[in-house]
């Protein structure tokens, strides 16, 4: 595996592939969405295209978390009909960009036996010794119902 954002998501490691982030901003007033699910934080403005942003926390399954002046979205590509969706993740806080160690990322063959549909996690890789879960962006959002913004390409 190539290079990868490192990012935090309530005190769990994760990454994913480099060439899928298109930016990292700081975190912004979000336009909140009338009956939106949870994870559904609302739109923002980047340039002219509306991006939805999703708590990567709460599509985790995980608790809400207070922002601090760590807080970051990722903007990411993840495909979406045919194409390209572009999304905002809100993660805790941005690490770096690097390469795991050795470059290895192993399948998860214990969610079989644990009856855990890890389906999100495209493996386990490590990083100075800790522990990174890999993040399938494609198929983390392929069971979202995504609203068809201008970030669509």
């Not at 990411?76 to 969706?85: C, L, M, P």
Request: proline share 4%; no cysteine; net charge negative.
């Amino acid at each position: 595996m190539g290079d990868v954002v490192t990012f935090v998501a309530d005190a769990a490691l994760y990454a994913v592939e480099v060439i899928r982030v298109q930016e990292i901003l700081d975190l912004r007033p979000v336009a909140v969405m009338p009956n939106a699910p949870d994870h559904l934080l609302g739109i923002i403005d980047l340039r002219g295209a509306n991006i939805p942003v999703v708590d990567l926390r709460r599509l985790l399954g995980r608790g809400v978390g207070e922002d601090t002046g760590q807080t970051r979205i990722l903007v990411v590509w993840v495909a979406h009909r045919g194409g390209r969706a572009i999304i905002g993740v809100k993660t805790d806080r941005v690490i770096e960009v690097t390469q795991l160690d050795g470059g290895l990322v192993k399948p998860m063959a214990e969610a079989d036996l644990l009856r855990w549909s890890g389906s999100a996690i495209a493996g386990i890789g490590r990083l100075k010794g800790e522990v990174v879960s890999v993040l399938d962006l494609d198929r983390l959002f392929e069971r979202v119902d995504l609203p068809e913004f201008q970030g669509v390409v």
